[in-house]
């Protein structure tokens, strides 16, 4: 079981930046595809980037392309997502995911079903 555990949450304003972070343990994390995802108070939790386990392709929710990126180390086992001009609709709590490094497709990354794993989440808030 591969242990995952999310930090860099915290209170930003709007426009600001954060970069989270989410560490991985206990497996040989380059045989994993990794994605962020976010649940905002009373909302469904929402697909926000992915990266697949060599870090050659990512992908973004259309809400946050161009703001945030998302890039792994695999000599360090953890997987980043920065985020840049945030904004008050960025306020959620994020989690990083896992997913078995087999062949995948973009739209499959998208779901939250897919992936094995889970963080137990870091809170953002971003203040108007």
């Known amino acids: 079981q591969v242990q995952l555990v999310e930090s860099g949450g915290g209170l930003v304003q709007a426009g600001g930046s954060l970069r989270l972070s989410c560490a991985a343990s206990?497996?040989?994390?380059?045989?994993?595809?990794m994605a962020w995802f976010r649940q905002a108070p009373g909302k469904e939790r929402e697909f926000v980037a992915a990266?697949?386990?060599?870090?050659?392709?990512?992908f973004y929710a259309d809400s946050v392309k161009g703001r945030f990126t998302i890039s792994r180390d695999n000599a360090k086992n953890t997987v980043y997502l920065q985020m840049n001009s945030l904004k008050p609709e960025d306020t959620a709590d994020y989690y990083c995911?896992?997913?078995?490094?087999?062949?995948?497709?973009?739209?499959?990354?998208?779901?939250?079903?897919?992936?094995?794993?889970w963080g137990q989440g870091t809170q953002v808030t971003v203040s108007s």
């Open positions: 995911a896992l997913k078995d490094g087999g062949v995948v497709t973009e739209g499959l990354l998208r779901y939250s079903t897919a992936y094995d794993n």
């Open positions: 206990g497996r040989t994390f380059s045989n994993y595809h």
């Open positions: 990266i697949i386990r060599t870090g050659r392709y990512t």
